[in-house]
């Protein structure tokens, strides 16, 4: 088996998008742990070789914001799902993802894992996690809407997320494992939709889940019962939740005030609203802007003037990200690609595939396998 290449430095427009380095780092402690060489693993991270002491060093490709923890500091979810293989292979084990999933602990999504496993119930849990997870994932981010006695967990995705088996097993496979961590139970969940193709052998990763999993979907998600909610925490702590919240609330005003953490808020929202079908408005995002990062509709487009941004750029690069990310690795057909990207029609997807790139969208999708992130175009973006 040969590794996966290098992922290339990410893009401006990318920076601030990834996983945490101590979640991600999960991966060279299973390796280590086997008394392996972690340093093919740390490479593809683009973790420092240091790492394999046990330091935390900076990203060699990923800017480090303010605070200067490993919660600012990002692995592209294209090196993580490189690191996977890696690992994959240096253990000699197909199943390797799914067994570094279930090492998660509240250590790996730093002060937040702690916060998350002092409060009260579960229902308050899940709460902060949804208000709070991207201090520990900005590529990925979960969101929770309750129907009737379910719970629908939708996973949606930003810039360039591989549909990856080994991947978006780590990424379900840990939210499982720690859910059944903190609650104590072996929690099984209702259904599960992974956006990537079967693994050879199927049946641990069914074992471990325990109900029905649905390949090759087009958005990851899960389906919980909404009893969950109710579930008491035997390992609630309200002295260390106190302690703990303080400092999750400090380091999400450290990442409010970063730039990059603003431009990844928006483009959050931006990509939430475009598979909906909406394409979005300044005024639109800037309630959802406020609640995450206490920044006001005016103080909103002041920092983007400061910080030379613009929303109506911002939008179109999401959209272009969005659609040639699912031209090269989804079988959705262009109508749905179109209407996922608020394009009133086939056309004018057709329109802006061609600006962007100068192919057509079934070149696009026809092209050998792309690795990275899209090269910027010098054509102009302008929104259809």
Known sequence: MSHAPASPPPTSSSAGLGFAASYARLVADHVRARDLDARPVLAALGLGSDEAD????????????????????????????????????????????????????????????????????????LALFERLQGLICTQVRAVHVLQGERIRSRLETLGEVPRDTALWTFTLATRLAFARWVSGRHLVLDAVWLPCPAPADPAPLQAYFGCPLHFDADMASELAPAAWLTLPNPHADPHMHRLMSAVTDQQWAQQAQDGSRLATVLRQHIAARLQAGHLPLLEDVAPEVEADLGTSPRQLQRRLAEQNLSFKDLVEQVRRDQVLHELRHTTLPLADIAQRAAYAEPSSLHRAVRRWTGQTPLAIRQAPPHHGPDAPTSESQTPE
């Open 54 to 125: 046990g330091s935390m060093p900076a990203l060699t490709d990923s800017p480090v914001g303010p605070g200067n923890d490993a919660g600012t500091r990002w692995v592209p979810a294209t090196r993580l799902a490189e690191a996977l293989a890696v690992a994959a292979e240096l253990c000699r084990d197909p199943h390797t993802a799914l067994h570094i999933a279930q090492q998660v602990r509240p250590a790996n999504m730093g002060a937040l894992g702690y916060t998350l496993i002092s409060c009260a119930a579960f229902e308050s849990g």
